[in-house]
Antibody, heavy 119, light 109 residues
Framework: QVQLQESGPGLVKPSETLSLTCAVS?????????WGWIRQPPGKGLEWIGS???????YYNPSLKSRVTISVDTSKNQFSLKLSSVTAADTAVYYC????????????WGQGTLVTVSS | QSALTQPASVSGSPGQSITISCTGTSSDVGSYNLVSWYQQHPGKAPKLMIYEVSKRPSGVSNRFSGSKSGNTASLTISGLQAEDEADYYC?????????FGGGTKLTVL
């Protein structure tokens, strides 16, 4: 059974870089599929952040592209998100998920992790 | 890219049918048959209910169906049940990226 688990600091200071990791179990990232990040500010809707293929090819939300980096570590079967220059508007629950080649059919999700941006 | 447009809320009584719309543009919904729908209960991760406009993943009730016309996709839930009360989000491929709708809160009266 495929499982995803997000991890990382729950509190980040404004202007710093948010860093999260998603550990995948039950499936080898190297075997295929795309691996993505989605976020949800408290009480608001979902926002597509970006996706990565095991080869390292990345696809980003144009509105976040200048601040986002998604990377993959196939040896550890995990992938990561870095979001730079964060503000309070980046406070959200961050989910990692698996999708097919369309980047929008997410069939397995992590439980989500709340990241708060505050000094 | 702008979020897809969904009604903020819809409601229906048990046994009835409801439809949630998702309006995009010719750059996303209108250009690709790659619209998915997600159900999210409070405090939970979203669950894929429909993909590629009208396909159902294994295990999803056939009470859920999807369609598309032009720039608007729709999710229909028939035979409403109390457990269907949740937030619903559409998501479309937008050419090397994805875009979600703003979400619709479904209330089962």
């Amino acid at each position: 059974q495929v499982q995803l688990q997000e991890s990382g600091p729950g509190l980040v200071k404004p202007s710093e870089t948010l860093s999260l990791t998603c550990a995948v179990s039950g499936y080898s990232i190297s075997s295929g599929y795309y691996w993505g990040w989605i976020r949800q500010p408290p009480g608001k809707g979902l926002e597509w952040i970006g996706s990565i293929y095991h080869s390292g090819s990345t696809y980003y939300n144009p509105s976040l592209k200048s601040r986002v980096t998604i990377s993959v570590d196939t040896s550890k079967n995990q992938f990561s998100l870095k979001l730079s220059s964060v503000t309070a508007a980046d406070t959200a629950v961050y989910y990692c998920a698996r999708s097919d080649v369309t980047y929008v059919n997410f069939d397995y999700w992590g439980q989500g992790t709340l990241v708060t941006v505050s000094s | 890219q702008s979020a897809l447009t969904q009604p903020a809320s819809v409601s229906g009584s048990p046994g009835q049918s409801i439809t949630i719309s998702c309006t995009g543009t010719s750059s996303d919904v209108g250009s690709y048959n790659l619209v998915s729908w997600y159900q999210q209960h409070p405090g939970k991760a979203p669950k894929l209910m429909i993909y590629e406009v009208s396909k159902r993943p294994s295990g999803v009730s056939n009470r859920f169906s999807g369609s598309k016309s032009g720039n608007t996709a729709s999710l229909t839930i028939s035979g409403l049940q109390a457990e269907d009360e949740a937030d619903y989000y559409c998501c479309s491929y937008a050419g090397s990226s994805g875009v979600f709708g703003g979400g619709t809160k479904l209330t089962v009266l």
